[in-house]
């Protein structure tokens, strides 16, 4: 598969024109043979639409379901080839489903509903000199978490008031919320939201601190936990080794580096591993040197998680002792 995603009960390949799998074992062959070679796939919160685009690559496309070209997408060149394309679906207070990018450069974040690509807010040409990647909208639809780099390079995340990028698009240009970014004297390896007020961060061990003499600030080799609210950490534990990607799973995050591990992000304690199941050695946004990596699929929601294989599917479901909510 190049790509997966949940369904209700079954798992789909997106990219790969729609085959999918269910947990009954049932299997239903492609309905679509997209001429571009895309390997990533988003879903909007109804389903109605799918983001097709190439991970290391400037293509993308906005589908109506179920096969219906709706819109196509590019990023910038520059670099494209070595970090992950810049891009998230999610729906805002109001209810509007939109579309996440950096269309104009690959600093330059871009808002637009998801259905047409009006654009309702974007970065100027005084954006911060960052390459923005992995995106990802908050629960509640009032934020926007990025996990990207700047030279040398060096990870990095920002957080951004979506609402006051709406009333103007300037707030996108400098950074996001300095308090968030002034707690990070690390590079960041992944980010993820726990909930609408909470953010997870995960710091590589083997790089050295930004300048060292930030007490309070996240240091590597560390995990912790982020309150937009309280603006402060409301939990910091070292992290023995690398977490990876990381993906929220009730109150406590999945972490994919090398296999799937469930972690309690206010300890730092691994409460479950999956060895057999190889997810990749991601350590940041940029990915070109590495071996493809597995597709992975969260359901939160019901406490489950599948990773693709060369051959089969494997599906991972978690009892509610210990997901927890």
């Not at 690959?106 to 990647?133: H, P, V, W």
């Not at 580096?257 to 972690?263: A, D, E, M, V, Y």
């Not at 991601?282 to 359901?299: L, N, R």
Request: hydrophobic share 40%; with cysteine.
């Amino acid at each position: 598969m190049r790509s997966l995603v949940w369904a209700g009960d079954r798992l789909v390949d997106p990219a790969g024109g729609g085959a999918s799998v269910g947990l009954d074992g049932s299997t239903t062959r492609r309905s679509v043979s997209w001429a571009y070679p895309f390997d990533r796939a988003l879903v909007s919160q109804d389903g109605q639409f799918t983001v097709l685009y190439t991970v290391l690559g400037t293509k993308g496309l906005v589908a109506r379901k179920p096969r219906s070209v709706a819109r196509e997408l590019n990023r910038s060149f520059y670099h494209a080839d070595a970090y992950e394309y810049p891009i998230a679906v999610g729906r805002l207070p109001d209810e509007r489903d939109v579309l996440i990018h950096c269309p104009d450069g690959y600093n330059r974040l871009a808002i637009e509903t998801l259905a047409d690509g009006e654009r309702l807010a974007s970065a100027t040409k005084r954006a911060r000199d960052m390459f923005q990647s992995r995106l990802s909208l908050s629960p509640d639809g009032r934020h926007l978490l990025t996990a990207g780099w700047f030279w040398h390079p060096y990870g990095t995340a920002a957080l951004y008031d979506l609402a006051a990028a709406l009333q103007d698009g300037a707030a996108l240009d400098d950074g996001g919320d300095r308090s968030f970014s002034a707690a990070i004297d690390a590079e960041v390896e992944s980010a993820c939201w726990l909930e609408a007020d909470q953010i997870v961060v995960s710091s590589n061990p083997d790089e050295e601190p930004l300048d060292g003499e930030r007490g309070e600030a996240l240091r590597p080799g560390e995990i912790g936990v982020w309150s937009i609210g309280q603006r402060q950490w409301v939990a910091r534990h070292e992290y023995p080794g690398h977490t990876g990607t990381l993906h929220a799973m009730g109150t406590h995050v999945l972490a994919l580096h090398g296999h799937p591990r469930l972690l309690d992000p206010f300890t730092g304690r691994a409460v479950e591993e999956w060895p057999s199941l190889a997810t990749g050695l991601q350590t940041s946004s940029i990915i070109w040197h590495q071996e493809p990596i597995p597709p992975v699929a969260v359901d939160a929601a019901n406490r489950r998680f599948a990773v693709a294989g060369d051959h089969e599917v494997a599906v991972v479901e978690l009892p509610d002792t210990v997901a927890g909510e």
